[in-house]
């Protein structure tokens, strides 16, 4: 039998693992986080976007190319076996830039996490309802989900009127038919944040008895982290109405910030629903960097994602925090796109056959999937 080199073994098993992209990391950076996570669809992204499909838009009247622009910024949740990923799809509108084109949110279901099949049209959109003063033209936009133990889906999403993002609730029964149940915050304290910028909640999940993850109930209230530049904390009783967590003095508290000298010296943005584990509370954030106070091998303005422990007990309670992002743009298309810096932008994270699942928003353009190794 003919010997491989090294070179030779190491190259090949960087084909096997799914292209030349690196050999993924064998180990994590602290004990309690989740992962290490590799790249396994063969360097390509899982979707992108469509210059032909069709649909009849409301706010216009007219037949739109709904995600002809780009299809970004996942959400993913496992039902009937199967995993649904919850995208955000831009239509092109006028001018290119950032927050000029209307969003919408558009289905891709996979059965073994590899190969997703799209929905023709837009699931969740900007309607003729009770929630145009706020969606209208702009859209909804970076979607998170959680199911809760009674089977209830739980959508929380920015509503993007152009004018103020607002973070907002919708409801569903079987993923289909929703209700939307406007902004988090419009009945806390007669709308004291509802005119003020916010977006990204994401709720604390666990895994339960049957390895699905719900809502989880911590001192009887569920909690999400949320906003950027820094993250805020809020909790509910009815996963609807929320009451963001705020000081003795009635001002809002961020549970993380921004630190200069690592690589989220810019902003820190909520990512996924967070995981309640044994070591506390995992939350998995999107880090920007400012080079110039951060890490300069980085650049300005470039997305990584970052994770955070806090106490399982007092969600407002940092206890650790990862020094290094655990991933990073490195692919072309998580490089190159709209957003010219470079994203890997995390939003939805799953446990599917034994194993994590996230999936990841590409320099606002594509969507990318990891995955941990089988976990049992």
Not at 278 to 292: R, T
Request: aromatic content about 12%; hydrophobic content about 35%; charged content about 25%.
């Amino acid at each position: 039998m003919k010997k491989i080199s090294f070179l030779g073994a190491t190259l090949l098993y960087v084909l096997f693992m799914g292209g030349m992209q690196g050999i993924a990391q064998e180990t994590k950076e602290k004990e309690w986080m989740l992962g290490p996570f590799q790249r396994f669809t063969q360097g390509k992204p899982i979707i992108s976007k469509d210059t032909l499909s069709t649909f009849n838009d409301p706010m216009s009247g007219k037949e739109v190319r709904w995600e002809s622009m780009a299809t970004f910024n996942p959400a993913a949740i496992v039902k009937d076996g199967k995993i649904n990923v919850f995208y955000r799809a831009e239509e092109r509108v006028g001018e290119d830039g950032i927050g000029t084109h209307t969003s919408r949110l558009g289905l891709a279901i996979s059965e073994d996490g590899v190969k997703y099949t799209r929905k023709e049209k837009p699931v969740f959109y900007p309607d003729n309802d009770d929630q145009k003063k706020y969606e209208w033209t702009g859209g909804t936009e970076d979607p998170r989900i959680i199911e809760t133990e009674d089977g209830t889906y739980v959508l929380t999403y920015t509503q993007w009127n152009r004018d103020t993002p607002r973070l907002a609730v919708a409801t569903s029964k079987d993923l289909k038919n929703w209700e939307k149940h406007g902004p988090a915050f419009e009945e806390y304290k007669d709308g004291k944040y509802n005119d003020m910028h916010t977006k990204s909640g994401a709720i604390v999940s666990k895994l339960n008895e049957d390895g699905k993850l719900v809502a989880a109930k911590i001192d009887g209230k569920y909690w999400m982290y949320y906003g950027v530049p820094h993250i805020w904390l809020a909790s509910s009783t009815d996963l609807v109405n929320w009451e963001p967590v705020e000081d003795y003095e009635g001002n809002l508290t961020p549970v993380l910030n921004p630190r200069p000298g690592y690589f989220d010296s810019w902003l820190v943005e909520a990512g996924p629903p967070p995981i309640l584990t044994e070591d506390g509370i995992v939350v998995l954030y999107n880090a920007g960097n400012s080079k110039n106070i951060g890490v300069k091998e980085l650049g300005n303005r470039i997305y990584t994602g970052g994770q955070a422990l806090f106490d399982a007990n007092e969600p407002w309670k940092l206890l650790d925090r990862a020094d290094k992002p655990f991933i990073k743009p490195e692919l072309p298309f998580e490089k190159s796109g709209q957003y010219k810096d470079g994203t890997t932008f995390i939003e939805g994270l799953v446990y599917f056959n034994d194993a994590w699942y996230l999936y990841y928003g590409t320099a606002d353009s594509m969507v990318g999937v990891v995955k941990s190794k089988p976990c049992k």
